[in-house]
């Protein structure tokens, strides 16, 4: 049995937009740290110096996450989970090839239609630091369903 799964390109930019909103958040979060205690200090506050700092740095950051962003984008399209009489796989072309076998297999449903596929055999430090043993299907994913109840078959337990 050899079952292939990938994203859906029409729902591309739903993606897109969910981690555009991600990395906003994540950009405001360092900016509001290192300016809004310049702002509240006693000193008198040169507007000048300070808004051109606060745009070379807004700039800088959303030049840099539009980058990632847009490698992130490119990966997805190339994105593949297999299922195979072995385990799970995901293969990408700018990503690493990740493996979980069925007897090592943990699967969570988020909220938000996201499946995470943890592999029991990695410690959870290793999942979390470097990435190995966690497979994130999204949402997107054509045939979801059926992707499901074939993990489902496969590893009862896991759920």
């Known amino acids: 049995m050899l079952e ?3 994203i859906d390109t ?3 930019g739903d993606i897109k937009k969910r981690m555009i909103k991600r990395l906003v ?3 405001a979060i360092p900016l509001l740290i ?3 205690p310049q702002l509240l200090d006693d000193r008198p506050l040169d507007i000048k110096s300070y808004g051109i700092a606060l745009c070379l740095t807004v700039v800088i950051l959303g030049f840099t996450m539009n980058k990632a962003l847009s490698r992130q984008i490119n990966s ?3 994105l593949k989970i297999v299922l195979s009489d072995e385990g799970v796989e995901l293969k990408s072309e700018l990503q690493a090839y990740k493996k979980i076998e069925w007897s090592n297999l943990q699967v969570k449903e988020k909220a938000n239609g996201t499946i995470d596929l943890y592999d029991n055999g990695v410690p959870k430090f290793n999942r979390m630091m470097y990435g ?5 299907i999204q949402p997107e994913t054509m ?4 992707m499901l109840n074939t993990i489902r078959l496969k590893a ?3 759920f």
Request: net charge positive; aromatic share 14%; charged share 25%.
């Open 10 to 12: 029409a729902l591309l």
């Open 4 to 6: 292939t799964y990938t």
């Open 143 to 146: 045939d979801k369903d059926k």
């Open 132 to 136: 190995k043993g966690w497979i994130r």
């Open 34 to 36: 290192v300016f809004v």
């Open 156 to 158: 009862p337990y896991a």
């Open 76 to 78: 997805l399209k190339t």
């Open 25 to 27: 958040i994540l950009m």
